[in-house]
């Protein structure tokens, strides 16, 4: 089943300080910040105390399925300056982070056009509004 985005107020009010501070550095991110600012304009966002925990928000530490070859990956959704290259972190500004954001566990998303591979959210094994953690 699918459910629209969701976006929390406080992941919205850091996603704009994002988008208008920080430079494009590629063409996949600036797609990202074209397609996070058209989320941003959007969405009505909820309050972050009652977002459903099945919901990826920043932060938030995801197990992901490939559709193609069923192999697993865990990773935890960051602002970019907290990548730094990482295989466990997935930047909000790469294809696939931009996808994974506001989606629930059951969505499928991708990287489109930047990348082809297709993922199912399995899983969030933390949250950090679930955990009572809003400073994140």
């Known amino acids: 089943m699918r459910r629209d985005r969701v976006l929390t107020k ?4 850091r996603l704009r300080k994002v988008i208008e501070c920080r430079p494009a550095r590629s ?10 600012r058209e989320y941003v304009a959007k969405l009505k966002p909820v309050d972050s105390t009652k977002v459903r925990s099945d919901v990826v928000t920043m932060n938030s530490r995801v197990c992901l ?5 069923g192999k697993k990956k865990i990773v935890s959704l960051v602002y ?9 972190k997935l930047s909000i500004l790469s294809p ?6 506001g989606r629930t566990i059951g969505n499928v998303v991708n ?5 082809d591979e297709y993922y199912v959210i399995e899983k969030i094994l933390y949250q950090p509004e679930a955990s009572g953690d809003f400073h994140l």
């Open 10 to 13: 406080n992941d919205r009010d």
């Open 27 to 36: 063409p996949a991110e600036e797609q990202c910040v074209r397609v996070i």
């Open 65 to 69: 399925r490939n559709l193609g070859n």
């Open 80 to 88: 970019p300056d907290d990548s730094v290259k990482s295989e466990d």
């Open 96 to 101: 696939l982070g931009s996808q994974v954001l």
């Open 111 to 115: 990287g489109y056009p930047f990348d």
